[in-house]
């Protein structure tokens, strides 16, 4: 098949025909759950129907063809007015070959539904224009089309993570610091665009006697000798840096994550939310912040160590936009890692004092680890990220079952306002 750049691949997208359009069908699971469907307009600017009928489980679509061939790069483009409809992400779905659009705008008129894509054989040649969850309301329907593009410049991220391995002998403060050192222009010969540090980094093979209590060894942003030390390696080899740290800020100490720009200045830090009994009677301080960063190849987020047992933190991450979800770690699992990259869509990247520091997809696949003392590093496609072996649009969109949001399991009420903010998103 032989097709010009810029031609409409659909089938028929302006919908002519007499009754409903040539080659565009009516869709349903079953007649019980038929939705209402009709056509409007005049010739030449018609536009598919679709109406609630009173009943939220109701579920259809308009289905035509598109002319696709294996191995090409498209962009899919379908408008939608949307009416008295009551949540837009539940009830407003369209795909083209097995691909979801993402609405690019608000719903508050022509709404327009978009995607690139990679098109396999495999998954077909069906564009499918939806409605479902929606007790009122109806959906137009117009101009879909399906053009051919070149292949797309992806965002590539090299992401880099490290773990220190055991000492024959105890280290200082002053030894932990030189390797730290080291172990970055290891990493920086990668040239990673970021490269992360475990949790509590300065200490590592440090017997406790050496440096007495965390108090003792907090340090001060930015002024301390390990941050200089990060900031000068960021500068140095042109890169983030990540590191775990124990903060000192006034009289409170924090289990902090500070990042560091390739220029070495602060980007930011945050501080670990979730704290073991024992960080407590030890006296470090609770962080409240979920921050994310905007760095210059994309958006990351972190949250350290025993953050990663709380699925609400990676899930609001995931809502803020963060592409790639860091995690200095003392312990932790791996299979609680590769969950959170799964759940949510994005990549995820550990730096482990005792389990492998690892990279994973967002589909949930270790692509890099370490298990001894090293440096690993992975390319991050930051535009084509899988989230699953068939692409789930209700990791996406969400099912009225499955709002994103936390509840109390015994009596079904929002507990915390971590869970309040994901309900409002």
């Known amino acids: 098949m032989s097709v ?189 665009d970021v490269v992360c540090l475990p949790e509590f980094c300065s200490i590592i093979g440090v017997p406790q006697e050496q440096y007495g209590s965390y108090a003792e060894v907090a340090v001060t942003l930015p002024d301390a000798p390990l941050c200089k030390v990060l900031s000068k390696k960021a500068r140095q080899h042109n890169m983030y840096v990540l590191c775990g740290i124990i903060e000192r800020d006034g009289c409170h100490i924090f289990n902090t994550a500070v990042l560091l720009g390739r220029d070495g200045a602060c980007v930011g830090c945050y501080r670990k939310t979730h704290l073991t009994f024992g960080e407590l009677r030890d006296g470090i301080s609770c962080g409240e912040d979920y921050p994310v960063f905007d760095v210059d190849f994309g958006r990351i987020a972190v949250h350290i160590c025993y953050d990663e047992w709380f699925p609400e933190v990676a899930r609001l991450y995931a809502h803020k936009g963060a592409e790639i979800l860091f995690l200095p770690v003392a312990g932790g699992k791996p299979i609680t890692w590769r969950t959170r990259a ?17 990279i994973i997809d967002s589909s949930g696949a270790i692509i890099a680890e370490t298990h001894g003392d090293g440096v690993v590093f992975a390319d991050l496609n930051l535009d084509t990220r899988q989230i699953n072996w068939y692409g789930d649009p209700t990791l996406i969109y969400g099912m009225p079952c499955i709002v994103p949001q936390m509840r109390n399991v015994v009596n079904g009420r929002l507990t915390d306002s971590l869970a309040c903010e994901l309900r409002k998103r």
Request: aromatic share 8%.
């Open 4 to 192: 010009s750049r810029g031609s409409n691949l659909v089938v028929n997208p302006h919908f002519d025909g007499p009754g409903d359009p040539t080659g565009w069908r009516r869709v349903m699971p079953r007649p019980e759950l038929a939705l209402d469907f009709g056509v409007t307009g005049a010739a030449g600017c018609r536009r598919l129907t679709i109406s609630a009928t009173g009943d939220p489980h109701a579920f259809g679509c308009w289905q035509g063809e598109v002319d696709l061939e294996d191995g090409q790069w498209y962009l899919a483009r379908v408008h939608v007015r949307a009416r008295d409809i009551e949540d837009h992400s539940l009830s407003v779905l369209a795909q083209v070959a097995e691909h979801f659009l993402v609405p690019k705008s608000d719903w508050s008129g022509d709404t327009v539904l978009e995607q690139t894509f990679l098109h396999r054989a495999e998954n077909g040649n069906r564009i499918e224009l939806y409605m479902r969850a929606a007790e009122r309301g109806q959906l137009e329907w117009f101009a879909p089309s399906v053009e051919l593009i070149p292949k797309p410049v992806h965002r590539i991220a090299r992401a880099a993570t490290v773990r220190f391995g055991e000492t024959r002998t105890p280290l200082t403060l002053d030894d932990q610091l030189i390797r730290i050192s080291e172990k970055l222009d290891q990493a920086g010969a990668l040239k990673p």
């Open 342 to 358: 799964l759940d949510n869509g994005i990549y995820f990247v550990s730096s482990a004092i005792v389990p492998p520091s690892m």
